[in-house]
């Protein structure tokens, strides 16, 4: 199958700093990035979707202007965490879509002190 | 909207038996995929088997396979020959076919259902 590569794959960073997490798809062109957020032993929490060169659509309740989406390009997303706290701790986890099947990061443990 | 509900929050089986996971979906749509995805605590997301909608024919990949039901919308999966090694979590998942109209080609995840292999 099609790899996606997630980074950084854990990061620690201090209250008030931003972190930025880069989502590549490695051998296919991903018009269509997701962006999960996952709380231990809970399913997938969708964030956000991004599309190659358009704004984000993000999900009821996500802070858009806490959680920077980017797209630039058909193989990279970025999602940045601004002004981060503790509450922002969790594992992020990106996904890339191609015709038929969805295809996932290795994830970012996010963990703000 | 999309729903997909998992029924069994945590399930466990004796190495070499047979397990069954549940899932059921509520959509309006006709043309759909459906996924059983793997979640070991590496957290990396593993695709299992994947069934399209269209098809009648039960998906299988090795020791895996599933009974979908389109009527009554239900989607288990069967692991045979359960090993350690299928110790995971395992969400089912809905995405609507492209081409089927208007937007929102996101997967809809269940809430997953936990599953220990014991030796």
């Known amino acids: 199958g099609a790899v996606v590569s997630q980074h950084p794959s854990w990061v620690i960073c201090k209250s008030g700093t931003s972190v930025k997490i880069e989502c590549r798809s490695l051998?296919?062109?991903?018009?269509?990035m997701f962006w999960y957020r996952q709380f231990p032993k809970q399913s997938l929490m969708l964030m956000a979707t991004s599309n190659e060169g358009s704004k984000a659509t993000y999900e009821q309740g996500v802070e858009k202007d806490k959680f920077l989406i980017n797209h630039a390009s058909l193989t990279l997303s970025t999602l940045t965490v601004t002004s981060a706290h503790p509450e922002d701790s969790s594992f992020y986890i990106c996904s890339a879509r191609d015709f038929t099947e969805a295809f996932f990061g290795q994830g970012t443990r996010l963990t703000v002190v | 909207a999309q729903t997909v509900t998992q029924s069994q929050p945590e399930m466990s089986v004796q190495e070499a038996e047979t397990v069954t996971l549940s899932c059921t979906y509520d959509t309006s749509e006709n043309n759909y995929y459906l996924f059983w995805y793997k979640q070991p605590p590496s957290r990396q997301m593993i695709l299992v088997i994947r069934q399209e909608a269209y098809k009648q024919q039960n998906a299988t990949e090795n020791r895996f396979s599933v009974n979908f039901q389109k009527a009554a919308k239900s989607f288990s999966l069967k692991i045979s020959d359960s090993q350690l090694g299928d110790t995971a979590m395992y969400f089912c998942?809905?995405?609507?076919?492209?081409?089927?109209?208007?937007?929102?080609?996101?997967?809809?995840f269940g809430k997953g259902t936990l599953l220990t292999v014991n030796p």
């Open positions: 998942a809905f995405m609507k076919a492209p081409n089927s109209g208007g937007s929102n080609y996101k997967l809809t």
């Open positions: 051998d296919f062109q991903a018009t269509t």
